[in-house]
C-alpha cells in the first residue's frame, strides 16, 4: 500500500493538492474550483480521492484506516462524495431572486429516496474513480455500497414517484424545493414469522445517515389545539385569531439531489418533531423521570412513524398532526425564510408552485388563507385570491376510501381556525355552485366540502379541487374516471381545471444505476445520451432483428439473474432455480391489486399436477415473486400474505412438481431490492381491476427493464400497451364499462366458482386445510371475501387470466420471439420516464422554466 495511503492522518485542507477541492459544510460558501469545473467532468484525481477519504475518515470518523470498521469506511466515503456536491449545492440553494423562475414547493408526505451513495457517485460521474482509489485501499466499493440502509421514508408508488419526479426536476436544471417528513422510525421493517407479516421498527438512522443536514437554529413553531376568538383591530374590524392550545417545534434536516451531470443541486428538506419545552428539571429532580421528558415524547411522536395505523381516534389524531405540522413548517419556510423582506405576497404565485401530493398535505389551503390574513393582514378576498393561484392538486385513486375526510369534531379540537376558514371556502364556494346552477340543492349538497353523512367531515379532494389552479390524474384512464366518476360535478363547473400528467420514473436510477449490464449494451448502441432523453430508447427498434444484439440483451438478462439469485440467498436464504421463467409481483398488498387472483393462478397449477390433470413436465418452468407489505391494520391484506406464504411452503417442498414450479416471498420489499428484481424479471404481473389502479410506476419500470407485461386496460397499463404494442403485451379481462356494466347488474362471485373446475378445485384444496393442516379454517376470511364479496372481481377475470398465462408460456417457449418482444418494450417505453412528466407539469400546471 503506498505511503500516502498509509499515513494520511497529517494531511490539511492546504497540503491537498490541486486535484483535491474541498468543501468543509454548508455554512461555507467560499470561491471552490467545482463551482466552475465543466460540467460532467469529474474534478479530481484518484489520489486526490485517496486522500479527501482517508482526511475524512481520519478526522470526521476519528479513526486510522487500519482500524476502521466498513461503516467507518461507508461514512468517510460518503461524506467525500457529499463535499464534492457541496459547492454547487451552494451555488444553486440561494434565496430565489427577482430574475429566477418560479421555485416548485414539492408538499409530499412520503419521499421514498432509496440508497443515495450510488446516486450521488452517478451524479458527479465519480463512480470509477472512487472504485480505484477505494482499491489503493484495499476497500472494495460494492461493500461499502451494501453497507449503506435505505432511509424508511415511503411506503409505496406514491412516495417513490416523489422521488423520481425530484430527481427530475435537478436534471432538467428546474428550482425545486421538496418538503416532507423526516421520519424517524419510517415504514416498518416486514419480517415473517411463521409466514405471517410481523413489523418491526426500521431503524434506518441506528448507524448514522451522512446525507441530511440539521439546521436547528432554522426549526419552526408549529402550534395546535386551543381555540378562536373574536376581537376588533385598530381599524375598528372585527376579526378571528387563533389562541393555540399547545406547540411543537419543526427542525429541518437538508437533503441535496443532485441532478445528472449538469451541477443543479436542489433541496429536499425534511421536518423532523421536537417539543419546545423538551425537559423539565424540577420535576426530574423530584424523581419522576418520565414526566419530566413527556413533552418531549408527545412532540416526538409527530415524526416518529409513517402512517401510524389509524383505526383508533389517537391514531387518526397522529395523522392529522403529523400532515398539519409539514405543511405548515413548510409554507412557514418559504414565506418567511426563502423570499426577501419585504417581498409583496400579492405574487407569491410568480415565485413557487405548490403541489399538493395526494390529499396528505391539502390542509396548506386553509393554512396559506390564515397566514395571509391572521398574520400578514390581508382581507379574506385578496388572501383568497393569491391561495387560490399558488396550488396544485394531483389525485392519486380512484377508491372512495383513500379520498381523505377529516371528522369536522377532530379537526376543530386539533386546528379550530383552519375549521372557521374551510367553513367560510366552503360557504363561498357553494354560493358561487348555487349562482352558476340555480335550483339544484342536491348539487350544491354534492359539492359541499362539508360531509354530512356517516358522520360530519371535511373532503379534502374538495377542499383541494376547490382551490387548485389545476388537479390532475396520472394516467389517461385516470385522469378521464377521474372527471366522469369521482369529481364529476367539479370537473362540469371548472372543465379547464382538469388535466392529466402520465407518471413516469427516473432512468438514472431505474435503468443506469438498477440495471449497469442494459445499460452498457444501450450506451454502446445508441449512445449516452438516453440517460437524459429516454425517448432515444426508440432507435433500439431496428436492433430487436439483429441476432447479435438479442444474444447480447439475453446475457445481460441472464446476468440480472444471477445478481438476484446470490442477493436473495445471503439475504432470505431463497434459492432461484436456473432456467426458469421470473414471474415477478410487486406493490403493496391490496385487494384492488389482486395478488388473490396471481395465488389462485398458482394454485390452480398446482392442484392441477397433484390430481393428475397435467404432468408435471407440461409445466413451463416458472419461478413467481412477490414483493409486499400489508398496511399493520389491513387484517385481510395480512391474511393474504400468510396464505401466499404457507402455499410457497408446500409447493416449494413438493417433489411431484420436479422442480417447475417454484414460490418465492422476500420479506421487506423495498427499492433497493427493487433495483436487483425488476431488472431480472421476464414478466411484469400488473393485474388490478380495470378502472382501479390510477396509475402504477412497478408497470413502466419492468418495461423499461425489458420485462413482458400481463395486465388488464387499468391505469397506465393502457398506455403502456398501445406504445409497445400488443403483441408485446397480455392483455386479459374486463375493460372498465364492464367492469361498471357488471357491477350494475350485481356481481354474484358465487357463480363463476361454480362454472368453472379449476377455480373450484383451487378454492377447495385452500378450504379443506390443505396448506393450513393445523387450522383448517384458518384461511376462511380469505376465501370467504372472494366468494362471498370479491369486490375487486378477481374470479370474474380468472379464466381469462389463465388464458392469458398460457399465451405468456408459449411466447416463453420460442426464447428468440422472447427477446425480440423485450427488446421492443425497453425501445417503446421511453414515454415513461419521470422528465417526461415534469415537463407536463411545466408546461400544463406550473408554468415554470429551468434555470438558464
Known sequence: MPDSVQNASALTADESPTTDHRVFGPSQTPTHPLATAPVGTPPFSVDGFVREFLHELNTNQGVALSRSSINDQYLALASTVRNYLMARWLETGGKPQENQPKVVGYLSAEYLLGRQLGNALLATDLADIAEKGLALCGIDLATLRNQEVEPGLGNGGLGRLAACFIDSLATMNVLCIGYGIRYEYGIFRQTFVDGRQVEQPDTWLQLGSPWEFPHPEASVKVNFGGHTETFTDADGVEKSRWVPGWNVLAMPYNYMVPGYLNGRVNTLRLWSAQATNAFDLQIFNSGDYAQAVRAQTFAE???????????????????????????????????????????????????????????????????????????????????????????????????????????????????????????????????????????????????????????????????????????????????????????????????????????????????????????????????????????????????????????????????????????????DGIELPEGHLLDVMVKRLHEYKRQSLKLLHIVSLYEQVISGKIAASDVTPRTVVFGAKAAPGYKLAKETIHLINKV???????????????????????????????PAADLSEQISLAGMEASGTGNMKFALNGALTIGTDDGANVEIRKLVGDKHFFLFGMNEPQVAELGAQGYIPGDYYEKNPNLKAAIDLILSGYFSPSDQHMFDQVIYSLLNTDRFMALADFDSYIAAQAKVEQHYADQDAWTRSAILNVARSGYFSSDRSMRDYIQRIWHTSPVL
Request: glycine content about 4%.
Open 648 to 678: 410457497a411452503e408446500k409447493v416449494n417442498a413438493d417433489e411431484r412438481l420436479e422442480g417447475r414450479l417454484k414460490v418465492a416471498f422476500p420479506a421487506n420489499y423495498n427499492v433497493t431490492l427493487a433495483e436487483k428484481l425488476i
Open 301 to 571: 411522536n409527530i415524526s416518529k412513524v409513517l402512517y401510524p395505523e389509524d383505526s383508533t381516534p389517537q391514531g387518526k389524531e397522529l395523522r392529522l398532526q403529523q400532515q398539519y405540522f409539514f405543511v405548515a413548517a413548510s409554507l412557514h419556510d418559504f414565506i418567511n425564510k426563502e423570499l426577501e423582506e419585504g417581498f409583496d405576497l400579492h405574487r407569491l404565485s410568480e415565485r413557487i408552485a405548490f403541489q399538493l401530493n395526494d390529499t396528505h398535505p391539502v390542509i396548506a389551503v386553509p393554512e396559506l388563507m390564515r397566514i395571509l390574513v391572521d398574520e400578514k393582514g390581508y382581507d379574506w378576498d385578496e388572501a383568497w385570491d393569491i391561495t387560490s393561484r399558488c396550488f396544485g392538486y394531483t389525485c392519486h385513486t380512484l377508491l372512495p376510501e383513500a379520498l381523505e375526510v377529516w371528522p369536522t369534531e377532530l379537526l376543530g379540537r386539533l386546528l379550530p381556525r383552519h375549521l372557521e376558514i374551510i367553513y367560510r371556502i366552503n360557504e363561498e364556494f357553494l354560493a358561487q355552485v348555487r349562482k352558476q346552477f340555480p335550483d339544484d340543492e342536491l348539487r350544491a349538497r354534492r359539492m359541499s366540502i362539508i360531509a354530512e353523512l356517516p358522520e360530519r367531515g371535511v373532503r379534502m379532494a374538495y377542499l383541494a379541487t376547490v382551490a387548485a389552479t389545476k388537479v390532475n390524474g396520472v394516467a389517461e384512464l385516470h385522469s378521464q374516471l377521474l372527471r366522469d366518476k369521482v369529481l364529476p360535478d367539479f370537473s362540469e363547473m371548472y372543465p379547464d381545471k382538469f388535466t392529466n400528467v402520465t407518471n413516469g420514473v427516473t432512468p438514472r436510477r431505474f435503468v443506469r444505476l438498477a440495471n449497469p449490464k442494459l445499460s452498457t449494451l444501450i450506451t454502446d448502441t445508441i449512445g449516452s445520451g438516453w440517460v437524459t432523453q429516454l425517448e432515444r430508447l426508440k432507435e433500439l427498434e431496428p436492433y430487436a432483428d439483429d441476432a447479435d444484439f438479442r444474444a447480447a440483451f439475453r446475457e445481460a438478462k441472464q446476468w440480472n439473474k444471477t445478481r438476484l439469485t446470490t442477493l436473495l440467498k445471503a439475504r
